[in-house]
């Protein structure tokens, strides 16, 4: 009697696992017959790079640019590991300072962060009414700034914000979070549309494994693709360009745009270091080579208006995609000579 009963209680049990084996576990799940099936919500993508929203939505807050030192006693730098888009332009005596442009992530600390530069105004008004962080500048400069659609936030005016990090000192100890950036403009929320084209398709191109641009003795800029991260990493000369949390400074795509400098009429410093200028926006154009996944896409870049996104073309007359991921515009006047390593 007892394994009877032992084998009956089997059974039973075995009846009931059959039984909720054969009925939908989730019955509110089931697809009606005509209905379409359940389809995922798009994944939110950050303006200026087409990667996912690191916290699934895109934050409500404008552009940001710092200006950010890159002469030899400001370095190693901190914060631009997360920005979205680096400027590199030419300023006097043949160096080159940084315009870190964020939006979709936070950095704990930016810096150091310096004057601004006129040719600020033609890299940032093509990001609507972005927020441009500096640490002063001289009067004509400052001037143009304030009549632009960019909105200076001059950290001279805002000490509340300022950290000067331990072992360093001034002029290059002036540091931020850009959580504090964006609180000093708590109204502008209003996202930049997206400046580049994007595709995770490689186009025709040539491959090139790296790029050397001889800004000055004290910028002889390198980069070196890495096949194995599909990054651009970067160097001076031998040296790799780290940042101070030890991180090399990489892109997913690096621009090379040629522009025609000029020199004056306002002197940037006792030295007699004349302002650099470049016209960035008024039916401009040149050339320009587009390096992304290990390829070199040669073409022209234009622009005919400042509130216009800067346009890369290929040869063949087609927008030129970039990789989706952070990148890296360096604007090298047509007097350096870029080389290319195939």
């Given at each position: 009697?007892?394994?009877?009963?032992?084998?009956?209680?089997?059974?039973?049990?075995?009846?009931?696992?059959?039984?909720?084996?054969?009925?939908?576990?989730?019955?509110?799940?089931?697809?009606?017959?005509?209905?379409?099936?359940?389809?995922?919500?798009?994944?939110?993508?950050?303006?200026?790079?087409?990667?996912?929203?690191?916290?699934?939505?895109?934050p409500?807050?404008?552009a940001?640019?710092?200006?950010?030192?890159?002469?030899?006693?400001?370095?190693?730098?901190?914060?631009?590991?997360?920005?979205?888009?680096?400027?590199?332009?030419?300023?006097e005596?043949?160096?080159?300072?940084?315009?870190?442009?964020?939006?979709?992530?936070?950095?704990?600390?930016?810096?150091?962060?310096?004057?601004?530069?006129?040719?600020?105004?033609?890299?940032?008004?093509?990001?609507?009414?972005?927020?441009?962080?500096?640490?002063?500048?001289?009067?004509?400069?400052?001037?143009?700034?304030?009549?632009?659609?960019?909105?200076?936030?001059d950290?001279?005016?805002?000490?509340?914000?300022?950290?000067?990090?331990?072992?360093?000192?001034?002029?290059?100890?002036?540091?931020?979070?850009?959580?504090?950036?964006?609180?000093?403009?708590?109204?502008?929320?209003?996202?930049?549309?997206?400046?580049?084209?994007?595709?995770?398709?490689?186009?025709?191109?040539?491959?090139?494994?790296?790029?050397a641009?001889?800004?000055?003795?004290?910028?002889?800029?390198?980069?070196?693709?890495?096949?194995?991260?599909?990054?651009?990493?970067?160097?001076?000369?031998?040296?790799?360009?780290?940042?101070?949390?030890?991180?090399?400074?990489?892109?997913?795509?690096?621009?090379?745009q040629?522009?025609?400098?000029?020199?004056?009429?306002?002197?940037?410093?006792?030295?007699?270091?004349?302002?650099?200028?470049?016209?960035?926006?008024?039916?401009?154009?040149?050339?320009?080579?587009?390096?992304?996944?290990?390829?070199?896409?040669?073409?022209?870049?234009?622009?005919?208006?400042?509130?216009?996104?800067?346009q890369?073309?290929?040869?063949?007359?087609?927008?030129?995609?970039?990789?989706?991921?952070?990148?890296?515009?360096?604007?090298?006047?047509?007097?350096?000579?870029?080389?290319?390593?195939?």
């Amino acid at each position: 009697m007892r394994t009877w009963v032992q084998g009956a209680a089997v059974l039973s049990v075995a009846s009931l696992v059959l039984a909720a084996c054969s009925s939908p576990s989730h019955p509110t799940a089931r697809t009606r017959p005509g209905s379409k099936p359940h389809e995922a919500a798009p994944v939110a993508t950050c303006p200026l790079t087409d990667l996912p929203a690191p916290t699934g939505a895109v934050p409500k807050r404008p552009a940001l640019a710092v200006k950010v030192d890159n002469y030899t006693q400001a370095r190693p730098q901190s914060g631009l590991d997360v920005a979205d888009i680096v400027f590199e332009e030419p300023v006097e005596g043949g160096i080159t300072r940084y315009v870190a442009v964020f939006q979709c992530q936070n950095a704990a600390l930016v810096g150091p962060i310096r004057s601004a530069r006129n040719i600020d105004i033609g890299i940032l008004g093509q990001f609507g009414r972005p927020l441009l962080v500096n640490v002063g500048g001289i009067t004509p400069v400052l001037s143009n700034i304030e009549a632009s659609p960019v909105i200076e936030n001059d950290l001279r005016t805002n000490p509340s914000v300022v950290q000067h990090p331990p072992g360093r000192f001034a002029p290059y100890d002036t540091y931020a979070a850009t959580a504090s950036l964006w609180a000093l403009r708590p109204r502008q929320a209003a996202r930049p549309t997206p400046v580049f084209a994007f595709s995770p398709t490689v186009p025709n191109g040539t491959p090139a494994s790296a790029i050397a641009i001889p800004f000055s003795d004290t910028s002889n800029v390198d980069w070196i693709y890495s096949a194995a991260t599909k990054q651009y990493l970067r160097s001076y000369g031998a040296t790799p360009d780290l940042l101070s949390d030890g991180v090399q400074n990489s892109a997913a795509n690096v621009i090379v745009q040629v522009v025609q400098v000029t020199y004056g009429p306002w002197l940037e410093n006792e030295e007699g270091g004349l302002e650099v200028q470049a016209n960035l926006y008024e039916n401009a154009s040149g050339p320009a080579e587009i390096f992304r996944n290990g390829v070199e896409i040669t073409g022209t870049w234009q622009r005919d208006a400042l509130s216009q996104p800067t346009q890369f073309i290929s040869s063949a007359g087609t927008p030129i995609p970039l990789q989706p991921g952070r990148t890296w515009v360096e604007l090298v006047p047509n007097t350096i000579p870029v080389t290319t390593t195939r």
